[in-house]
Each structure stands twice: as C-alpha cells, then as structure tokens.
C-alpha cells in the first residue's frame, strides 16, 4: 500500500516569502491532516479535513497560513507572508473514517527553513 | 482542550533492560491512545495503541498499559535492542465520527546502550 506522499522534502525561503506544501494522502483515507512539528517538539495539530470540508482549524494562524483540500484527496498547505517561527517540518498525515479510521498514518514531511 | 504530557524527556537505559515512558492526559473523553517512534530525519510510525476498553495491550517486546480512572499510559520495551533508539511520543485522541485528533505529548529521546 503507498503511504502518505508530500512534496517538496526540503524548502529554504526568506521570511515574508510564501512557500506552499502538497500532500497526497493514502488511497481511500478520508480525513487529512496537517501537523506542524518545531525541532525537538511533538506535532502540533494545525487543520483536519474531513473529505473537504474542515473539521478542526483551531490551531491554524489564519493570518498567514491557509489549507484547502478542494476535491476531497489531495491537499496544498500554504503559507505567506512566512516568519522565522515557521521553520518546522511539516507533516501531513491521512486516516480512514469510521471504526478503524483512528490509525493516523503520516508522510515524510517537508522540511522548511526560513532565513 | 487536551493536554498531554510526557516523562521522561530523555532516557539512557543499557542494551537488554527494559524502558518505560509515562503520559498524562486531561481529557475524559479521550478513548485512543497511540504511541509513535521517529527516527531522526524520518517520519513519526504507530508502534502499538490502546484503546480504553482495556488496560493492557502487548506486542512482542512492547506492551502499553491504561489507567483511564487516573488518565496515564504507559509504553514498556523490554529486553531493548541498539535499534530501539529513537525518539517516543504518546498521544491522546477522542475517537467521535470525523474527529480523531491526535494531541501529541512533547516526545522522549530513548537511547540504548550497547
């Protein structure tokens, strides 16, 4: 089965620039996720879909960070104008719904620096 | 909202002894409990989870335990192996239709001592 798939792995951009995040989650899996993970932290959830529709966006700086999902499977992470806060690596993470939806399977992630 | 949190954050045991990590949670409705390892640089893998209509599960050498009245689990690896180094976190998670959200403890840095 192929997992999680995310692009790009690495990304190096000034603060103020945008960078945008892609995520292709595992065939059939409902509900996605983006994580954001700081060095030496556990992730930290920042939006959930549901098919694509928001389930949860509570934690998502909405000032500068926007998430869609528009056909219900893949997604696109965006941020703009970035801070040098935001260096983390990103992780998005997919999962079936119903009664064995609570496996949470992640990708790789996407390494971001900002300078 | 949940809070979840982690002991030790670091932990140096010697090859063959065993490790135990301990998690709090806040969150009475919090149902599902999963542990993840990370390798450096790779991505966070589900190792063993529980859910809370038991208290003890078990998988080779790893076996997690629930106290829901108390609200910790626990993750114990037994008869440890230099490739169990790696980086621990718990989580908590309700399990409602559509939400399961995992709230993730801040990790702990196992090392295996040959």
């Known amino acids: 089965e192929a997992g999680v798939a995310q692009s790009p792995r690495y990304k190096i951009i000034e603060k103020r620039q945008s960078v945008a995040f892609w995520c292709n989650p595992i065939?059939?899996?409902?509900?996605l996720y983006w994580y954001q993970q700081i060095l030496g932290q556990g992730p930290k959830l920042l939006i959930q879909?549901?098919?694509?529709?928001?389930?949860?966006d509570s934690q998502l700086p909405k000032d500068r960070f926007s998430a869609e999902r528009l056909k219900g499977v893949d997604s696109t992470l965006k941020i703009q104008p970035a801070k040098l806060e935001d260096s983390a690596v990103y992780l998005c993470a997919s999962s079936l719904e119903g009664h064995s939806g609570n496996t949470i399977y992640f990708g790789e992630g996407s390494w971001l620096t900002v300078v | 909202g949940e809070n979840v949190e982690q002991h030790p954050s670091t932990l140096s045991v010697q090859e063959g002894d065993s490790a135990v990590i301990k998690c709090t949670y806040s969150d009475s409705a919090s149902n599902y409990f999963p542990w993840y390892k990370q390798e450096l640089g790779k991505r966070p893998q589900l190792i063993i989870d529980i859910r809370s209509n038991v208290g003890e599960k078990k998988d080779q050498r790893i076996a997690v335990t629930l106290n829901k009245t108390a609200k910790h689990f626990s993750l114990h690896i037994t008869e440890t192996q230099p490739e169990d180094s790696a980086v621990y976190f718990c989580a908590a998670s309700p399990s409602n239709s559509g939400n399961e959200k995992l709230t993730f403890g801040t990790g702990t840095r196992l090392t295996i001592i040959p």
């Open positions: 879909f549901q098919n694509n529709g928001v389930v949860d």
């Open positions: 065939s059939g899996h409902a509900t």
